[in-house]
């Protein structure tokens, strides 16, 4: 019997497209033009969908309930940033059920890549159907919800490289940089890529001394890991630019520039629910102005052509576009 999983996915693949018609969220949408020249190509490589809940439910177990963003506010961002790609990530509101990163993808077309979030009832026809929709890798989620037990990190992390060899994906990991330590020989060792969510956890006010950074920066000299360059004002308090990301992009960019790619993390969820409030209240998204975090992109990497690998030739590479 086809359970409602196996035939959003089946529905997904075949290219059946729901239409959602929830009213327009809060997300945020840039105001500040983009000041470089935008590489054909580019993509953004870190964003999240949130539809309609009744039609895609969110997981009992989350730990926060965001508003709403829908694919066309996503489309309407990458229209004002330029940016030709997309990928999708689920994030943890979701559990286990892609079904809202699917939704969004196929809203998307081929511009769109996803990464999505298994567990070990996720079988492999399911795998299947996800591959051909566009999904390239699984997310190791270790931060929200506060996994911080290597104990627990490195079974999870071998279990999930152990089910991608095959398919040629890769494991996405959103943790902090003494986990990265704690597993640094794994991914060493591993023979699929790793790839690091949002500065690998780095806090912008710590620098590049800072404990861990020189274990990430090792394996981004490796080339045995990608770090995105994204979600900036989850590193640094000094927004709306969060110039004290500065020398750890630069660093990162520095120790190999075929291993960095950037992303938004449109639409900003606020991960924390607020004290007082209970998880099922709505906790509003960050406004966050997109135009001058994709303006640091050029500060970070000065040279065009360095940008046009961080923003066309590395996800194309990494997401098979």
């Given at each position: 019997m086809l359970t409602r999983r196996s035939m959003m996915l089946a529905s997904i693949a075949a290219g059946v497209m729901m239409n959602d018609r929830t009213a327009s969220a809060k997300a945020a949408q840039p105001a500040t033009p983009?000041?470089?020249?935008?590489?054909?190509?580019?993509?953004?490589?870190?964003?999240?969908?949130h539809p309609d809940p009744q039609k895609f439910p969110f997981f009992s177990g989350r730990v926060y309930t965001p508003e709403l963003a829908s694919p066309e506010e996503m489309s309407a961002l990458h229209k004002a940033l330029r940016m030709e790609r997309v990928v999708i990530v689920t994030p943890s509101i979701y559990g286990t059920d892609n079904s809202a990163?699917?939704?969004?993808?196929?809203?998307r077309g081929p511009t769109a890549r996803g990464v999505a979030v298994i567990d070990d009832k996720t079988s492999e026809s399911d795998l299947d159907l996800m591959g051909k929709a566009g999904i390239r890798g699984v997310r190791?989620?270790?931060?929200?919800?506060?996994?911080n037990d290597p104990?627990?990190?490195?079974?999870?992390?071998t279990t999930a490289v152990e089910r991608m060899k095959a398919r040629g994906w890769h494991v996405q990991i959103y943790t902090n940089l003494p986990m990265i330590s704690a597993v640094k020989d794994l991914i060493l060792a591993s023979p699929v890529p790793v790839v690091f969510d949002h500065f690998g956890g780095a806090q912008a006010a710590l620098g590049v001394e800072q404990p861990?950074?020189?274990?990430?920066?090792?394996?981004v000299k490796s080339g045995k890991a990608y770090v995105k360059i994204s979600g900036a004002y989850r590193s640094s308090k000094l927004g709306p630019d969060y110039a004290d990301c500065t020398p750890l992009a630069k660093a990162l960019i520095a120790a190999n520039?075929?291993?960095?790619?950037w992303g938004t993390d449109w639409p900003h969820p606020d991960s924390v629910t607020p004290a007082g409030k209970q998880v099922t209240d709505v906790t509003p998204l960050f406004q966050i102005e997109d135009g001058k975090l994709l303006n640091q992109l050029a500060v970070w990497a000065p040279d065009a052509a360095i940008r046009k690998k961080i923003l066309v030739d590395n996800?194309?590479?990494?997401?098979?576009?």
């Open positions: 983009v000041n470089f020249d935008v590489p054909a190509g580019a993509c953004d490589c870190h964003t999240h969908i990163t699917l939704f969004g993808m196929a809203a190791l989620n270790l931060a929200t919800g506060g996994v104990n627990v990190a490195r079974p999870r992390f861990g950074f020189a274990d990430l920066v090792d394996l520039p075929d291993r960095i790619i996800p194309a590479q990494l997401y098979g576009f």
